[in-house]
């Protein structure tokens, strides 16, 4: 063995479990939806409100009338975290 190998310092892994859930928090992100033409890839900006995003699909669909077909995007914010150990 080296004196580096003898030197180097060890790695120490801990095993915990983690939590994952929305995150509900009085600071967190706005849950916010958008939508896209599957047909153009044209789209509408996040918005809070669902109806807003979708009424801007009619509008587009109005548009352009061969463009039937569209995703909904969702963005929904996350809190991850490590529970201490008993």
């Known amino acids: 063995m080296t004196e580096e ?20 928090e009085p600071d967190a992100e706005p849950i916010t939806y958008a939508m896209q033409c599957a047909v153009c890839g044209e789209g509408s900006q996040p918005e ?7 009424t801007w699909t009619f509008r587009h669909a109005g548009r352009h009338p061969s463009h039937h077909t569209y995703r909904e995007t969702i963005t929904r914010p996350w809190r991850a975290w490590m529970e201490r150990p008993g």
């Open 48 to 54: 809070e409100d669902l109806a807003e995003a979708q």
């Open 5 to 24: 190998q003898r030197t180097r310092p060890k790695t120490v892994y801990r095993f915990a479990r983690w939590t994952l859930q929305p995150d509900r």
